[in-house]
């Protein structure tokens, strides 16, 4: 979705009582038929512009099977909720007319047929980070590595299907992570670069943090080091010649590029899309290797970056514009007890889903890792040397 029909749902949704607070928001949703699907996945806020930043993007990217996305029939349900005279029926009736407008132009884009995707859970179990089962009797304390790759199994399913149902359909994939601190971006980030198909014939991503980038310049300056082999040697070549040497690279290898702390780039995200993005994916043609780009925002400000991003991939903008990934959110009790089921590595028994969800841990991610690594008599500060920074 472009950022002024985007930024204009933020608008309007703010006006609307439903957003006063959670609570009305959600009795409002269980109220309407077409709206229980996304009814009980709606998440709390501290203020009414949180909450409808939080919760539009459940909106964006919740399918119903009768109604297509949530969005539409929500704000269907907003307009019968108003006075036909007020000013806020008019708005949201010319939103619905954009809405309807801008899904029958993706309709009309070819979709990703049945055929063309493999089992989410075929790919998983390929994933060279699953280490055997073994019966509890046979486990041992586990050395770092081994519980490292155990705490990249944790939650994150959503988004890790997410990304394998875009690669699925086309070779090149640029997806953004986000959430707030603490949330477990880098974690979820080195997760999706281990999936099986991207690690076939991987070169070593190519990680940046754009806080210590001033201009696109600068950034295509930093790409083409690890191309080149030295500092020197990059500021010898143009632009033109280093989307060359990658396409070159892509011919037998896998190229993958991470952008840290995107959201401190402000007004100059979209040259990162316009100006380094697109030459390269315009030029590039795969046959079996991938082209990949994550872009991680720590401050959950997805809604306020000056970045284009698609809902979905089959979007016509993908890959051309990230797919905004689902927030990385505090880790459940389902989903911590699930994954202390699931593990292969031996914990003591005084690490329960019940102890990470109570304070100070209260599920955040890089809390439960901390307090995971000292049960195990680890720490977060070596194993974490792992993740792809």
């Given at each position: 979705?472009?950022?002024?029909?985007?930024?204009?749902?933020?608008?309007?949704?703010l006006?609307?009582?439903?957003?006063?607070?959670?609570?009305?928001?959600?009795?409002?949703c269980a109220?309407?038929?077409e709206?229980e699907?996304?009814?009980?996945?709606?998440e709390?806020?501290?203020n009414?512009?949180?909450?409808?930043?939080?919760n539009?993007?459940?909106f964006?990217?919740?399918?119903?099977?009768?109604?297509?996305?949530?969005?539409?029939?929500?704000?269907k349900?907003?307009?019968?909720d108003?006075?036909?005279?007020?000013?806020l029926?008019?708005?949201?009736?010319?939103?619905?007319?954009?809405?309807?407008?801008?899904?029958?132009?993706q309709a009309s884009?070819?979709?990703?047929?049945?055929?063309d995707?493999?089992?989410?859970?075929?790919?998983?179990?390929?994933?060279?980070?699953?280490?055997?089962?073994?019966?509890?009797?046979?486990?041992?304390?586990p050395d770092?590595?081994?519980?490292?790759k155990?705490?990249?199994?944790?939650?994150?399913d959503?988004q890790?299907?997410?990304?394998?149902?875009?690669l699925?359909?086309?070779?090149?994939?640029?997806f953004?992570?986000?959430?707030?601190?603490?949330?477990?971006?880098?974690?979820l980030?080195?997760?999706?670069?281990?999936?099986?198909?991207?690690?076939?014939?991987?070169r070593q991503?190519?990680?940046?943090?754009?806080?210590?980038?001033?201009?696109?310049?600068?950034?295509?300056?930093?790409?083409?080091q690890?191309?080149?082999?030295s500092?020197?040697?990059?500021?010898?070549?143009?632009?033109?010649?280093?989307?060359?040497?990658?396409?070159?690279?892509?011919?037998?290898q896998?190229?993958?590029?991470?952008?840290?702390e995107?959201?401190?780039?402000?007004?100059?995200l979209?040259?990162?899309?316009?100006?380094f993005?697109c030459?390269?994916?315009?030029?590039?043609?795969?046959?079996?290797t991938?082209?990949?780009?994550?872009?991680?925002d720590?401050?959950?400000k997805?809604?306020e970056?000056?970045i284009p991003?698609?809902?979905?991939?089959?979007?016509?903008d993908?890959?051309?514009?990230?797919?905004?990934?689902?927030q990385?959110?505090?880790?459940t009790?389902?989903?911590?007890?699930?994954?202390?089921?699931?593990?292969?590595?031996?914990?003591?028994?005084?690490?329960?889903?019940?102890?990470?969800?109570?304070?100070p841990?209260?599920?955040?991610?890089?809390?439960?890792?901390?307090?995971?690594?000292?049960?195990?008599?680890?720490?977060?500060?070596?194993?974490?040397q792992?993740?792809?920074?």
């Amino acid at each position: 979705m472009d950022q002024e029909l985007y930024q204009l749902c933020k608008k309007l949704f703010l006006k609307c009582g439903q957003f006063e607070n959670y609570k009305s928001l959600c009795n409002f949703c269980a109220s309407q038929t077409e709206l229980e699907i996304v009814s009980e996945n709606l998440e709390d806020a501290t203020n009414p512009k949180k909450l409808v930043e939080i919760n539009l993007l459940k909106f964006l990217q919740t399918k119903s099977t009768e109604n297509g996305y949530i969005i539409l029939p929500f704000v269907k349900a907003l307009i019968a909720d108003c006075n036909s005279g007020d000013a806020l029926h008019n708005e949201l009736n010319d939103l619905k007319t954009k809405l309807e407008k801008y899904y029958e132009n993706q309709a009309s884009q070819p979709k990703t047929t049945q055929s063309d995707q493999k089992s989410y859970k075929s790919i998983f179990d390929d994933d060279c980070l699953k280490s055997p089962k073994v019966s509890p009797s046979q486990r041992t304390l586990p050395d770092n590595l081994k519980l490292f790759k155990s705490i990249l199994n944790i939650d994150f399913d959503e988004q890790q299907n997410q990304v394998i149902e875009a690669l699925n359909r086309d070779k090149i994939g640029a997806f953004l992570i986000h959430g707030l601190q603490e949330h477990g971006q880098e974690v979820l980030v080195t997760r999706l670069s281990q999936l099986s198909n991207l690690r076939r014939n991987q070169r070593q991503p190519v990680s940046i943090k754009m806080g210590n980038i001033k201009s696109i310049d600068s950034l295509w300056h930093e790409v083409a080091q690890p191309f080149f082999g030295s500092e020197q040697r990059a500021l010898d070549y143009t632009k033109g010649e280093i989307v060359d040497k990658i396409l070159e690279c892509l011919q037998t290898q896998t190229v993958i590029f991470i952008f840290f702390e995107v959201h401190q780039w402000g007004v100059l995200l979209n040259s990162l899309i316009e100006d380094f993005w697109c030459p390269i994916i315009e030029k590039a043609s795969l046959n079996k290797t991938h082209l990949v780009m994550f872009l991680i925002d720590n401050q959950a400000k997805v809604g306020e970056l000056n970045i284009p991003w698609v809902a979905d991939h089959n979007e016509r903008d993908y890959p051309r514009k990230p797919l905004c990934l689902n927030q990385a959110e505090r880790f459940t009790y389902k989903k911590l007890q699930n994954w202390l089921n699931a593990i292969d590595v031996e914990v003591p028994d005084k690490l329960t889903a019940e102890r990470l969800m109570q304070r100070p841990h209260l599920g955040i991610p890089e809390r439960v890792y901390r307090q995971i690594c000292i049960e195990c008599n680890s720490k977060w500060e070596v194993i974490s040397q792992w993740l792809i920074l």
